[in-house]
Every structure is written in structure tokens, then in C-alpha cells.
């Protein structure tokens, strides 16, 4: 059974290019927009990685992450931060 992460990204090109790649190599990915989107797609199906944008509008990934872990279900869940940074 293939391993399931959310990939949490408000940027839609980069949100495709991580869930595609991740895909190829077997993984079921599932997709959120925003910090709150990413919220209710973990109460739908517990994942087993996220992968996370840090800077989003509204509730960004820092905040996503205190959220996750003051859950006691969501506590352990590996999250992993991946960002583009593309200012000087």
C-alpha cells in the first residue's frame, strides 16, 4: 500500500510539480491550497508525511504546524517544510 502525503502549497505550479514527482515515484498524494484547506483534508484522512509551504496567506505553515501538533492525533505526524523563495 502506497505511502499517502498532503502537499500544502498556495503556489499552483509548484503545487503540481511536488505532487507529480511525488506521484511518478509510487507516493498518494493528496493536495491543499491553504493552511486551512490542509486542516481539513488531515481530519478526512490522516496522512502519513506532509510537506508544507511556509509562507501562505492567512494561516501559513509555521501556524499549520502549531495547530498539527496540538492535536493529539496529529501530534506525530512527520511534516516536512518545503519553500521557494524568490525575493532578495
Known sequence: MAKK????DDDPGLL???SETLRAEGYEVVTARRG???LVR???SLPDLIISDIRMPGMDGYALVR???S???TRLVPIVFLTAKDET
Open 5 to 8: 502525503l498532503l502537499v500544502v
Open 16 to 18: 503540481l510539480a511536488v
Open 36 to 38: 486551512a484547506e490542509a
Open 42 to 44: 488531515v481530519a478526512e
Open 67 to 69: 495547530n498539527l501538533r
Open 71 to 73: 492535536a493529539p492525533r
